[in-house]
């Protein structure tokens, strides 16, 4: 029995080092052991037996690499790898696309647990907490996301249907618009392109505020557009490969924020920043400045630096704060907030503001 424990307790140690992903000698994992080189190889042999796909290799560089097989063998983690991935599951977990998966691999990893981590993961207690306004949005399957992450891999053209958030054909103002993210509601697409398939070179999948978006080229449009997940359909079959191009910035990241914040992508920055004085401390603005700038004054006086999509939208969100405002610049956002002031003023009255290029509601 002892004996029985001695190698057991040997294979698990011999399955730690090759699982560190790096080329081992013989005689190296024989001296980490304290075994001979002989025993290496028994174990090796074992451990094979026991479906780990264990790949050797011959001559003066040669040595044991644990290789991907094709069954998912028995895995050996540390404290702190067991904890981090119970962790990362629990918040998983949450998730509208991926929940399922997560808490029934959970329960899997809980179960094996010795009691130890077991209590330490126990203690945590995650709730989603949906943001306001998110809606009713279809959760992504697994199989799209699977889908979309080949495609991008292999580099084929993608053609698919684009519907609305229950799956049906989206409309002439929505079907590409809000595939077409420039700002907070996207930009309209082409009428004439509703019906038929979208067909985009995919780039990259992303996660955006808790929804998954796919970054592609429009073959249509020939332009960068930034797609729902959830509302994609994939048509097979794929298209055929191509040589992926840059994206604005070559960087994904930077891309899809400016995308949301109305830019062409090839920067972060709002396409309308302005510069107010609100009457307000400014421990009372900075909680709500978003990703302004808030510089002190004096004790009720504040600089606040904030940026828009729009001059009006820029306008409107600076109202929240309900002050006195000092408009330093630049010019866009005065013209704003003096379109704003005789609207609201027309309201007011009871009246219809008229702005230019518009007609009045009947």
């Known amino acids: 029995m002892r004996s029985m424990q001695k190698t057991s307790a040997r294979l698990l140690a011999l399955l730690s080092l090759l699982q560190t992903h790096r080329d081992w000698s013989g005689d190296d994992l024989a001296g980490r052991l304290g075994i001979t080189p002989r025993t290496v190889r028994r174990d090796i042999d074992r451990l094979?037996?026991?479906?780990?796909?264990?790949?050797?290799?011959?001559?003066?560089?040669?040595?044991?690499?644990?290789?991907?097989?094709?069954?998912?063998?028995?895995?050996?983690?540390?404290?702190?790898?067991?904890?981090?991935?119970?962790?990362?599951?629990?918040?998983?977990?949450?998730?509208?696309?991926?929940?399922?998966?997560?808490?029934?691999?959970?329960?899997?990893?809980?179960?094996?647990?010795?009691?130890?981590?077991?209590?330490?993961?126990?203690?945590?207690?995650v709730t989603a907490v949906r943001p306001p306004g998110a809606g009713s949005a279809s959760p992504v399957g697994t199989q799209i996301l699977a889908e979309l992450g080949r495609v991008i891999h292999a580099r084929e053209e993608l053609r698919f249907d684009y519907g609305d958030d229950h799956g049906g054909a989206a409309g002439a103002a929505g079907a590409a618009g809000v595939s077409g993210v420039s700002g907070a509601s996207g930009t309209a697409g082409a009428a004439g392109a509703v019906g038929r398939p979208r067909r985009v070179q995919p780039h990259h999948l992303v996660t955006w505020r808790g929804r998954w978006y796919l970054v592609a080229w429009d073959l249509d449009r020939d332009d960068w557009r930034t797609f729902r997940a959830d509302r994609i359909r994939p048509r097979a079959p794929t298209g055929p490969r191509f040589t992926p191009r840059e994206l604005p910035g070559e960087d994904v990241a930077a891309f899809v924020a400016g995308r949301f914040r109305g830019t062409d992508g090839s920067t972060t920055d709002w396409p309308c920043r302005g510069e107010v004085v609100l009457n307000l401390p400014a421990e009372a603005v900075a909680p709500f400045a978003r990703d302004g700038i808030v510089e002190e004054l004096g004790p009720d006086r504040c600089r606040l630096t904030l940026g828009s999509w729009s001059w009006t939208g820029l306008a409107t969100t600076i109202g929240h704060f309900d002050a006195d405002i000092q408009v330093i610049g630049p010019p866009e956002l005065t013209g704003a907030f003096a379109e704003l002031a005789a609207r609201y003023a027309a309201a007011a009255a009871g009246r219809i503001q008229v702005s230019p290029g518009s007609t009045p509601a009947p």
């Open 48 to 125: 094979r037996e026991l479906g780990y796909p264990v790949r050797a290799t011959k001559g003066p560089s040669g040595g044991y690499r644990l290789d991907a097989g094709a069954h998912l063998p028995p895995l050996l983690f540390d404290d702190g790898q067991a904890v981090a991935l119970a962790l990362a599951l629990r918040s998983a977990a949450t998730d509208e696309t991926i929940g399922e998966d997560a808490a029934r691999a959970l329960v899997a990893v809980r179960q094996v647990m010795p009691s130890r981590l077991r209590r330490r993961i126990d203690t945590l207690r």
